[in-house]
């Protein structure tokens, strides 16, 4: 089975904090995603990934950068933390077709 | 523009009863459907997929069933038990494109 792990289910951040979440995945999957869940919003996506050191914006990466240095592992940096961006983030990866998700981040920022 | 959505936010069955969740997709790009099933305080989870060139897929307690000329994906849960409560995605996606477009959920009410 895939796994997809995240570094850590719940956060807590101060504005203007630098973060970092991390994402792992098993299955030498090419592609890796960033989501962030909001209600009544659903899953909107931040950035993606479709190979080491490659990196394409999604609908909304403001306040955000991401980066790929291994096939394994897909960060999420949000340089000062807002409050805007409190929210539950999900990771994802896939080879060519569905994708398989981390059981997210719930990030708070105070 | 490209968009996915659900027709209705909430749904709420009793157990033992089929349940039809039901989406319609915009871009007749699209090739290839994916339902996500998201349970509370988890990520989304891989539950069935269909690609363009079929119109009915089954799996276990699952089908879903693909309308192409009028751009809608159903997924029907045969005899609904309570730990099929949960939120229920759809999601599309284009031959040329890498990432999933999702609609915004289906949220699916067991009561026994």
């Not at chain 1, 962030?36 to 996506?45: A, F, I």
């Not at chain 2, 039901?22 to 007749?28: E, I, Q």
């Not at chain 2, 699952?62 to 730990?83: D, F, Y």
Request: a positive charge.
């Amino acid at each position: 089975d895939v796994k997809v792990t995240q570094s850590s289910r719940y956060l807590v951040k101060r504005t203007g904090e630098k973060v970092f979440l991390e994402c792992v995945q098993d299955m030498d999957h090419e592609n890796m995603f960033w989501y962030r869940q909001d209600p009544g919003l659903g899953l909107r996506l931040i950035y993606f990934s479709y190979d080491v050191k490659m990196k394409e914006k999604g609908d909304i990466p403001e306040g955000y950068s991401v980066s790929r240095e291994k096939k394994e592992r897909f960060s999420l940096i949000l340089e000062s933390a807002s409050t805007n961006q409190t929210s539950m983030y999900l990771c994802a990866s896939s080879l060519r077709l569905g994708q398989f998700f981390g059981p997210g981040t719930r990030l708070t920022v105070l | 523009g490209e968009s996915v959505g659900l027709h209705l936010p909430t749904l709420s069955v009793q157990e033992g009863d089929n349940s039809i969740i039901n989406c319609a997709y915009s871009n007749s790009a699209s090739d290839y459907f994916i339902w996500y099933k998201q349970e509370s305080g988890k990520g989304p989870q891989f539950i069935i997929d269909i690609r363009s060139n079929m119109d009915k897929r089954q799996g276990q307690r699952v089908t879903v069933l693909l309308n192409k000329t009028v751009k809608h994906l159903s997924l029907q849960i045969a005899a609904t038990q309570p730990g099929d409560s949960a939120v229920y995605f759809c999601a599309e996606k284009t031959q040329a494109g890498t990432a999933l477009i999702f609609g915004k959920g289906t949220t699916l009410s067991v009561s026994s």
